[in-house]
């Protein structure tokens, strides 16, 4: 596979991460119901985007795998990413957000998001970004 057919999902993925963290540090994010939402939907769409991402990096790499969840467990055997409890924590709260709707279960799971999710969304993007873009400006504050 080519580098520069995934090249400009990275770059989008840096995007989402970083629209992700600005969103979690905006004024009343913790009593406005529509900024939670918004976050959930958001890590939705970032979370989904990061496994898809990785999955083009391992085919990059010769490395195969379908499932995000085997995406993530080779994404973290290969050295793409750290931490692979956290992301498999990650996959198992992004399939709950699509499902349940009871609200103490989304609040833990943005709060989550909040504190443990981005915060390896951003490091690991810088990671990846470093690695692959050969850049260590990635558009991504911390």
């Not at 993925?13 to 979690?24: P, T, Y």
């Not at 119901?33 to 496994?51: G, H, M, P």
């Not at 996959?91 to 981005?118: C, G, M, P, Q, W």
Request: no cysteine; charged share 25%.
């Amino acid at each position: 596979m080519e580098k520069e057919f995934w090249i400009d999902s990275l770059n989008k993925l840096g995007k989402a991460v970083g629209r992700l963290d600005e969103l979690v540090n905006m004024p009343g994010i913790d009593t406005l119901d529509y900024l939670r939402d918004a976050t959930i939907q958001r890590f939705e769409f970032t979370s989904e985007l990061y496994w898809k991402v990785l999955r083009k990096i391992l085919a990059y790499e010769g490395l195969s795998a379908v499932t995000p969840r085997d995406v993530l467990k080779s994404s973290y055997q290969a050295g793409l990413i750290t931490g692979d409890a956290i992301w498999l924590k990650m996959l198992d709260d992004r399939n709950k957000t699509s499902h349940v709707y009871a609200e103490e279960i989304i609040i833990e799971i943005f709060n989550r998001i909040r504190h443990d999710y981005i915060p390896v969304f951003i490091s690991n993007y810088k990671n990846l970004a470093e690695k692959y873009t050969n850049s260590k400006s990635t558009g991504v504050t911390a």
